[in-house]
């Protein structure tokens, strides 16, 4: 069977890729060895580094010629390893990206004092950017998404979370890094504020619809694809859309379901669980929002010009929601 070619959105970027690559092993050094250590173990995992290839993208659509976003591209990788970290000690996970996490392996002290690492790491590089309203954007981004954490663990085993309650999550937990990512590439590309605005929501809604898709995927998925577990967010508690649908709109067997996995947090009920949120519609309803959000996405990109890498960002936003086939 023939390899998959990389999709056509990360390949019109990697020669850029590449010098991120490089930008990122070079700032990752430390003198302290298990910084080191632990830090290109995550760093290496691999993943689709969708953030970091957004900052590109989205400079190279608006017709930046420089090498700033590099670097700003190496910042925003930096911030969503180190929220991934802590998410997993959070979460106390074991696995992510078909790999063990770093606390599985070194611990939860190690994992959290890294993270911390490259928080503080990324912001150095930021400063010597020396430009402030990039510090002021990444620094608002980094004080959201620590709220939306506390947000979403406050939600843990709460089977009473609203669905507006739950996209605030989103907005906060997910939505804003990959906003961010967009936001602090136009200001390194210097365009006008109707384009600025237009790219910042166009990272808002595809962070947005990103995550709808994973809340599908943690029923719907493939664990060896997915490089987690299946039914994780249900183990943890977490009252994501397709459960919060069927609470809302389930019939009442169905409701009861869905009730006792969010507030056990019990896996071993997954296949109930994946019973009543497909008999029920909660699937289709959270995969039709997510392409609403991908269709606002495609949108906002009307302000740029025609290129190849304004395509690649059409392509980004289908990716979306394609991926769950």
Not at 191 to 214: C, I, M, P, R
Not at 217 to 239: C, F, H, Q, R, V
Request: proline share 3%.
């Amino acid at each position: 069977m023939p390899d998959r070619k990389p999709p056509v959105f990360q390949t019109v970027v990697h020669e850029d890729f590449q010098l991120v690559n490089q930008c990122i092993l070079e700032q990752l050094h430390s003198n302290v060895a298990l910084v080191n250590k632990i830090g290109q173990y995550i760093i290496s995992s691999g993943g689709k580094r969708l953030r970091p290839l957004l900052v590109l993208l989205t400079a190279r659509a608006c017709g930046y010629q420089a090498y700033q976003h590099i670097s700003m591209a190496a910042i925003i990788e930096f911030l969503h390893t180190a929220t991934l970290l802590h998410d997993d000690v959070v979460d106390q996970s074991n696995l992510r990206r078909g790999r063990g996490t770093a606390n599985a392996i070194w611990g939860n002290a190690p994992s959290v004092l890294v993270g911390d690492f490259l928080y503080s790491r990324a912001f150095q590089m930021m400063v010597s950017m020396g430009k402030i309203p990039l510090l002021n954007i990444l620094a608002d981004a980094t004080n959201v998404i620590a709220e939306g954490e506390v947000m979403q663990l406050m939600n843990i085993h709460d089977a009473n979370v609203t669905e507006a309650n739950y996209m605030d999550v989103i907005r906060c937990k997910t939505a804003m890094l990959f906003e961010a990512s967009t936001h602090t590439a136009a200001i390194v590309s210097g365009v006008d504020s109707v384009t600025e605005q237009a790219l910042k929501h166009y990272g808002n809604f595809l962070g947005t619809a990103f995550q709808l898709v994973d809340d599908v995927l943690d029923y719907n998925g493939n664990s060896d694809t997915m490089g987690k577990n299946l039914g994780d967010d249900l183990a943890e508690g977490k009252p994501t859309l397709p459960l919060i649908y069927t609470m809302a709109h389930g019939l009442p067997e169905q409701q009861a379901i869905i009730k006792q996995a969010i507030q056990q947090g019990d896996r071993n009920s997954i296949d109930s669980v994946i019973a009543s949120v497909r008999d029920c519609g909660a699937l289709n309803y959270t995969m039709d929002k997510a392409r609403g959000f991908v269709e606002q996405a495609i949108n906002c990109l009307s302000v740029l010009p025609e290129s190849k890498y304004r395509d690649a960002m059409i392509d980004l936003a289908s990716f979306a929601v394609e991926r769950v086939i």
